[in-house]
């Protein structure tokens, strides 16, 4: 199976592997959606539902719940710092990957991807519920974060423009060029200005993953961003999108599956930029 050339094949999980282990203590299958109702309609049995938003960010100022937060939240979820956390969700696993990237910023050893997303599991009629599970809570204490090694912030991301090193810019080519403020059936989102950061390439986040949810072979995943994009394992990259969902996306391929050691998530990204008082701005392809 390609799985087995990815450079950590091991932060991937099947379907089928997700069905054996139901009812494993030490997994717990979180569902990360953008359309937090479908959860409602049905999920994977015994998944609980993290929302990106109400969950995983402060409600109060622009960033991430804090570490006593996050205990909280993990420990009514029923996760311990062993646990095994498998993510799934919507629109092919943005979320998830956004979930799992918040986790790794929170240092949580175990993260895991189920590959092929919600789409492929309702796909393939394997069981659902509509039931809320409930957990004994655990005593999670956040033992150390990753932040300053997968997210980088507005000053830095400047000035690693200015350095000419690699940029991505994971939003549809419309949204790139500053033909739209959006991706298209959305509604506009704060950004005042359209365009992309100066240097930054356009490679859609959706070229990773197939039609089915399932990831790209290496080889396939290869072609995209090095011989395409001219990337190397050694570089230092930045993936930018609107708010960080889609490249949190692309941050995990290059991570995870092709083994780059140096990847951030800009979060703050284009609504962030795009209303940025005299931030640089290119335009066009």
């Known amino acids: 199976m390609a799985e087995t050339q990815y450079a950590h094949p091991e932060v991937l999980v099947s379907a089928d592997w997700v069905e054996a282990h139901l009812n494993d203590p030490k997994v717990r299958i979180v569902e990360s959606d953008e359309d937090i109702l479908l959860y409602d309609l049905g999920h994977v049995p015994g998944a609980v539902r993290i929302d990106w938003q109400g969950d995983l960010q402060d409600q109060l100022r622009r960033d991430y719940i804090d570490a006593e937060k996050f205990e909280a939240l993990c420990s009514r979820s029923g996760i311990a710092n062993e646990t095994t956390v498998v993510f799934y969700g919507d629109k092919l696993n943005w979320w998830a990957c956004y979930a799992f990237w918040a986790f790794k910023l929170f240092g949580h050893k175990d993260c895991r991807i189920l590959n092929g997303s919600r789409k492929l599991w309702m796909d393939q009629k394997r069981p659902t ?84 949810g399932t990831f790209k072979s290496p080889d396939e995943l290869r072609a995209i961003f090095e011989q395409e994009c001219g990337l190397k394992p050694s570089d230092s990259v930045v993936a930018y999108c609107r708010i960080g969902e889609r490249s949190s996306l692309t941050w995990f391929v290059l991570t995870y599956l092709l083994g780059y050691p140096n990847v951030k998530n800009y979060d703050g990204s284009w609504t962030e930029w795009g209303n940025l008082v005299r931030a640089p701005i290119a335009r066009g392809a």
């Open 129 to 212: 519920s509509t039931e809320i599970p409930s957990y004994p809570p655990t005593k999670y204490k956040v033992q150390g974060g990753n932040e300053d090694q997968i997210r980088i912030f507005r000053d830095a991301v400047e000035a690693h423009a200015k350095a000419g090193l690699p940029l991505l810019d994971v939003r549809s080519p419309k949204e790139f060029t500053g033909e739209t403020l959006h991706m298209e059936d959305y509604p506009q989102e704060g950004a005042l200005r359209g365009g992309h950061i100066p240097g930054a390439k356009n490679v859609p986040w959706s070229r990773a993953v197939n039609e089915d």
